[in-house]
């Protein structure tokens, strides 16, 4: 690893891996710039290698991530979600400094589904909630309130 993020090999292996799980359990964390840089690179390894979709991928996930629910998710929901990328599951966006140290923050966040199948959600969406025209009824008082107002 280039980076040791002033710790010793255990803790910052630990930190790595949880920082992972939660990345793929809630698709979106905030970071400092130096984790955010060293998580990218191991999130999208993780999720090339469930591509294949077999046992030894399955095994290779279930001892790199703390929670079975993370394995579960990914070959459930970002395994079908990537079937068409080859690589880039993860964004990265600085946010700026943080208050108490001026460290650089970031959020990682995963990739969504392709842009062609959002905007045809949306538009999905749009006509769905579109109102329907249909010819209201006046209420049964507002008829004479109208004649009599002329």
Known sequence: MANSLSRKKDSRKSLLR???????????????????KEVKPIVEHLIFIARKNDLAARRKLLSYLFDKKAVKK??????????????????????????????????LKLKEGKLEELKEKEKDAKDNSEPKASAKKPAKGSEKIAKTSK
């Open 74 to 107: 990914v070959f459930e929901v970002l395994v079908p979600r990537y079937k068409d990328l080859n690589s880039g599951y993860v964004l990265s966006y600085r946010i700026g400094k943080r208050l108490g140290d001026s460290a650089s923050l970031m959020i």
């Open 18 to 36: 949880n920082l992972v799980t939660s990345l793929v359990l809630y698709e979106e964390i905030k970071t400092t710039e130096a984790k955010a």
